[in-house]
């Protein structure tokens, strides 16, 4: 299904130009892949049964947490080994760091760690459109906890639980009043267990409170409004 926006564009010159963008929607995306291979309700459950660190839990990370801490992702001790990296954080990764977008890449890639992608930005389910004079990093946050707000009701709260991992104080909040299980990497560290304290050494920051927003605000504005090709996106998905 083909989902068409069009906006106005101002450019350099003074002209005003109506663009179209096409967002295709699929129904065939499961719950993610992993290691190219599509998941169904049944396996992302088993994963989490299955994890040895954390049973149960599904972690959803926030751009900022990739961003900041992408050396405890890469971690030898794997404390973080059921992940999901949703469509819309890896291509603001892309956008911002193209060396820290090859990590995580690496990572998706690695057959030894559960690092699921979710294509939220074009999963028919999860997709979700800009709403008038929203910010673009406020739509980003807004589809991150709408993917992880899906996941959650689809696996349900007995089965298992997914917590959305971000260091954004706003999107913390937010994600909080929606009834979203969420924490700071700090936090989640510290419920891991003595065995991962030396992790905290590792932190890009040592501050145990959330963020502010605007400190996080992961020059999203321009991410996201250089998400246009709807190209690229399916390929994304496709060769993931």
Request: charged share 30%; with cysteine.
């Amino acid at each position: 299904m083909l989902v068409p926006r069009k906006y106005f564009k101002k450019t350099r010159r003074g002209k005003v130009l109506q663009l179209t963008e096409e967002t295709y929607l699929r129904d065939d995306l499961g719950f993610g892949t992993l290691h190219r291979r599509v998941l169904n309700i049944e396996e992302i459950i088993q994963l989490a049964l299955n994890d040895t660190i954390s049973p149960g839990t599904i972690v959803c990370l926030d751009t900022n947490v990739v961003l900041n801490e992408i050396d405890i992702l890469e971690d030898s001790s794997r404390c973080f080994s059921t992940v999901i990296i949703l469509q819309t954080v890896l291509q603001e990764t892309r956008h911002q760091s193209l060396p820290k977008w090859r990590r995580l890449k690496k990572l998706l890639d690695d057959e030894t760690r559960s690092f699921i992608f979710f294509s939220n930005d074009n999963h028919c389910d999860t997709y979700t459109e800009r709403l008038k004079n929203e910010s673009p990093n406020d739509y980003s946050d807004r589809c991150i906890r709408h993917a992880v707000s899906w996941i959650q009701n689809q696996i349900g709260d007995e089965v298992a639980k997914v917590k959305l991992i971000t260091n954004d104080r706003d999107n913390a909040n937010k994600a909080k009043t929606e009834k979203l299980i969420v924490s700071n990497i700090e936090r989640h560290i510290k419920d891991l267990g003595k065995k991962y304290a030396y992790l905290l050494e590792k932190l890009a920051s040592n501050d145990s409170d959330f963020l502010d927003h605007n400190f996080t605000s992961r020059k999203i504005e321009t991410a996201t409004n250089n998400r246009k090709n709807n190209t690229n996106q399916n390929k994304l998905g496709q060769n993931l």
